[in-house]
């Protein structure tokens, strides 16, 4: 019902592909019916999703990513470039793969790591502001899999990075009130 589900479309009528583009995708996200109800959101870089000023909160898309095609952005408008200035600029480049085609398994490797402390840093201070509902993803973890996990890749590389991801984690769940 989504339809998105992978990179690629059929174009109707002929067996040729297209690329997926947002305009595919169908349906609202489940945060949606919250923040109507008045829930105040917190929404950061969970894939497929575009920033919807009408439900307010905080909401952050695409400041690094896996996927290539939608733009970044954020509510309110200048959160973005406000968190930007604060931790740099997403170490790999707008496509992953071109990235890892250029750096190879260890740079990558070094470069998602990078990537997990910045968007941390993101995340917990997402988490400083009152909210209701909080939604953050680190899509690192997708594109160490892809990559990192092949016959190229770095099988121990891949075991940091996820080792990574817990430290990142267990650090930003010590910063949430407990009833959180």
Avoid: K
């Amino acid at each position: 019902q989504h339809q998105s589900w992978f990179g690629t479309r059929l174009i109707d009528g002929q067996y040729r592909v297209r690329p997926r583009r947002m305009s595919d995708l169908r349906g609202q996200p489940f945060w949606t019916g919250l923040a109507e109800a008045g829930a105040r959101i917190v929404v950061a870089d969970v894939p497929f999703t575009v920033v919807s000023p009408a439900l307010g909160g905080r909401q952050l898309a695409y400041w690094g990513s896996h996927e290539w095609m939608p733009h970044p952005g954020s509510h309110p408008p200048q959160l973005l470039a406000e968190l930007s200035r604060r931790v740099g600029r997403y170490p790999i480049g707008a496509v992953v793969e071109d990235t890892w085609a250029r750096a190879g398994a260890r740079d990558f490797a070094r470069m998602l790591s990078q990537a997990i402390q910045l968007r941390s840093r993101i995340l917990e201070s997402l988490c400083e502001d009152d909210w209701d509902f909080f939604f953050g993803v680190f899509p690192e973890s997708h594109s160490a899999g892809h990559y990192l996990w092949n016959d190229a890749g770095d099988p121990q590389a891949l075991r940091r990075i996820y080792e990574d991801l817990d430290c990142a984690l267990a650090r930003f769940l010590s910063r949430l009130p407990p009833q959180a």
